[in-house]
């Protein structure tokens, strides 16, 4: 694969998880924050969140999105940095423009699709936001979009109230749409030599995913439907979480066939009964079956269970910690790292996808503003030039 150069203006979460995954592929990925203002701590708010792992400006949080990456810091309020934004993407052959922040900023910050697709035809923009375009001034945060798409409505006890998801999953949704249509831009600009412009609204993103609850309002669905479940599947009886003797097992049954393997284990014989044996008649007796799983399962430690269940082919699990996940053995060897200015490794989440040749261990995250002087030169600024743009505040 062709090594590509992606120039991001970047910061949180949302694109700079789109970028590693470009970085990860041996893409050589530039993040772009602003110049000190004075009014707080200089360049991506993230670099100053969790525990102090290496220094004050690479926190833990902060990490594992922007290993693999360089960083510059250029001010885009002055007109004279909006022309070394241009000038590093015509002599840097920049394939690829991205940013995050409010659409309303982009022409008075010069990094508008049309701004610096003229500077280079070619070059494909992907900007993520909050609603998209149309809605220019609405900040992007994956809590209130979570709230706003419908996602905490159904996530959490039915009893309870709403409850976000434990991981950020539409900032890491909106990223990945960006990696996808880059991919399919690079694609059409092989066949047709033209760049592509690429917006993401993170709402959008989400609602996409929502294709097991919102059709089902036009079918007169019942409000229980599309609302809180707990860890039960709305539609597969039974599929929850049960509790052994020493833990908790979740289990699933997604057909009338592995119903009745499930029953024909001696100990959850008792759960069956003649309406029980389609999914339509579970459905009818929703309630009573969980409680009569929990009766079984209770009784039981957790390895007699799931020995039990994957002898009958049925899928079935213990509910593992972090720190359990990170050791299964169908993950530990896929596993991304990382080395600590001081030596330590970190070990990060895996790629989602095996692709030959790309990186499994990535260059510890850049300091704030660490590569600005060498990436300008690069694009042929002189030494002397260099120092001015940071004397007068161009640079940092």
Not at 58 to 74: D, H, M, Q, T, W
Not at 177 to 198: K, Q, W
Not at 348 to 356: G, I, K, L
Request: glycine share 8%; charged share 25%.
């Amino acid at each position: 694969m062709k090594r590509r150069t992606v120039l991001s203006m970047e910061q949180a979460l949302s694109m700079p998880h789109a970028t590693l995954r470009f970085a990860q592929l041996g893409w050589r990925v530039i993040r772009i924050e602003s110049t000190p203002t004075g009014a707080g701590l200089p360049g991506d708010p993230n670099r100053y969140i969790g525990s102090r792992v290496a220094d004050d400006d690479r926190r833990s949080y902060f990490v594992a999105p922007n290993v693999g990456k360089e960083a510059i810091a250029l001010n885009l309020k002055d007109p004279r940095g909006q022309q070394v934004l241009q000038r590093l993407v015509r002599e840097l052959d920049v394939d690829v423009f991205c940013c995050n922040t409010v659409p309303s900023r982009y022409r008075s910050l010069g990094i508008d699709y049309e701004t610096l697709s003229a500077a280079k035809p070619d070059l494909i923009w992907a900007g993520i936001s909050a609603m998209g375009p149309a809605w220019p001034e609405a900040p992007g945060y994956d809590p209130v979009i979570q709230a706003m798409a419908g996602y905490m409505e159904v996530t959490g006890d039915p009893q309870g109230p709403p409850m976000l998801t434990g991981i950020p999953v539409i900032d890491l949704k909106a990223g990945d749409e960006v990696y996808a249509n880059v991919m399919a831009a690079l694609l059409e600009r092989h066949e047709s030599g033209r760049g592509t412009r690429i917006d993401v609204s993170m709402l959008q993103a989400a609602a996409s995913w929502l294709i097991t609850v919102l059709p089902l309002v036009d079918f007169g669905c019942q409000p229980n439907e599309i609302t809180r479940a707990g860890n039960e599947h709305r539609k597969f009886i039974p599929t929850n979480v049960y509790p052994t003797r020493d833990g908790f097992v979740y289990l699933a049954i997604g057909s009338d066939v592995q119903w009745r393997r499930l029953t024909a284990i001696p100990k959850f014989a008792p759960v069956a009964n003649e309406v029980r044996l389609t999914n339509e008649g579970r459905h009818r007796e929703r309630e009573a079956i969980h409680r009569d799983m929990a009766a079984v399962t209770a009784g039981c430690g957790s390895d007699e269970i799931l020995d039990d269940l994957r002898n009958a082919t049925i899928p079935a699990t213990r509910i593992f910690d972090i720190r359990q996940v990170r050791d299964l053995p169908q993950l530990r060897d896929k596993l991304t790292r990382t080395t600590m200015p001081d030596g330590r490794l970190v070990h990060m989440q895996p790629m989602a996808v095996d692709v030959e040749g790309a990186r499994a261990e990535l260059p510890f995250p850049p300091r704030y503003g660490q590569d600005t002087g060498r990436v300008l030169a690069q694009a042929g600024y002189s030494d002397r030039e260099v120092e001015g743009l940071r004397t007068e505040g161009v640079i940092a």
